[in-house]
């Protein structure tokens, strides 16, 4: 890491030789020349300074979302969501992945693919679970966990669940479940998909023929200003 400008601070731009710096310097850019000096102390103009000790840093790890189902389906789970800060060292390597979304089947009644998970340093957030879906109107495929899980799915068989069908979990720490779909009694109309599950809430159940809201995602300011990630994908509704 170069050493940055001066920032308002009185003092010299670079080091002027191998063995002075004048000017008024931050405790953080001592710990910077203190790391680099060499056994005399002088200072190693050439160097990259960074302190001994390691660097803090935050950071904000999501995971690729699931992917929502096909017919009367539960809404696709949010990719895990954890932010926090972690210690970097000077000639450390960290593992960086960024997990991708989970795929459609690209079928009506079918389910697609839960999301990849993403990884920074020791950090994995989890990937979404997918959501459930009715298949032929006979049976259910149903959804997944995952950093959210997938919303609930019902089927609108001879045999149809008055109470729908569960949504699936989230994992601690991640995020949350997914909503349960709505009930079909047998001669009534119903059975909607249920909300995936988002990093803020979990996602809501389907009500009639009315799928569900995905759970709300959560705010972070990373990056500067305030943004809003990891929702959970809405339920399918029917008719």
Known sequence: MARRGNGGLVGKLNISGNDTATGVWTQFEQLHIKSNSNSSGAINS???????NGVSVNYLVIAGGGAGGGSVAGGGGAGGYQTGNVTVYSGSSYTVTVGGGGASSGAAQSVGSAGSSSVFSSITSTGGGRGGSSVNGQYVLEPTSGGSGGGGCNYYGDSPSATGGAGAAGTSGQGNAGGNSAGYPAGNTGGAGGGGGGAGAAGSSGSG???????????????????????????GGYG
Do not use: L
């Open 46 to 52: 050439t160097a990259t300074y960074w302190p001994r």
């Open 209 to 235: 023929q009315t799928g569900g809201a995905g759970g709300a995602g959560s705010s972070s300011s990373i990056t500067g200003s305030a943004v809003t990630r990891a929702g959970g994908g809405g339920g």
